[in-house]
């Protein structure tokens, strides 16, 4: 059973750091893009960034460029996300994701597996 646990969400102040992680389970991520998706309310689930495991390869939308880096976590099969400079509109319920393949291939459609996600609130 394959399984992505996030961790990490909260409440922040504009400006402030947040860094989220997902640890996967029952897969062999060296296979798999491992990536984030955040879905705010009213709005349609949208990609953020992404990680393709076995040449670490990293993608991001153009809204979080420079200011949230992906990378492989300390602890084995996590990946995490850090988020500097936060803004009010950065506030959704962030996912992570897993599909098979190279992450520059990540959509919204095509992602195999999703945790359950994780709260960021970035008040202004």
């Known amino acids: 059973q394959v399984l992505l646990v996030e961790s990490g969400g909260g409440l922040v102040q504009a400006g402030d750091s947040l860094t989220l992680s997902c640890a996967a389970s029952?897969?062999?991520?060296?296979?798999?893009?491992m990536g984030w998706f955040r879905q705010a309310p009213g709005k349609e689930r949208e990609f953020v960034a992404a990680i393709t495991w076995s040449t670490s390869s990293t993608y991001y939308t153009d809204s979080v460029k420079g200011r949230f880096t992906i990378s492989k976590g300390n602890a084995k099969n996590t990946v995490a996300l850090q988020m500097n400079s936060l803004k009010p509109e950065d506030t959704a319920v962030y996912y992570c994701a897993a599909q098979y393949g190279a992450a520059s291939a990540m959509r919204r459609r095509t992602v195999d597996y999703w945790g359950k996600g994780t709260l960021v609130t970035v008040s202004s």
């Open positions: 029952g897969l062999m991520v060296s296979r798999y893009g």
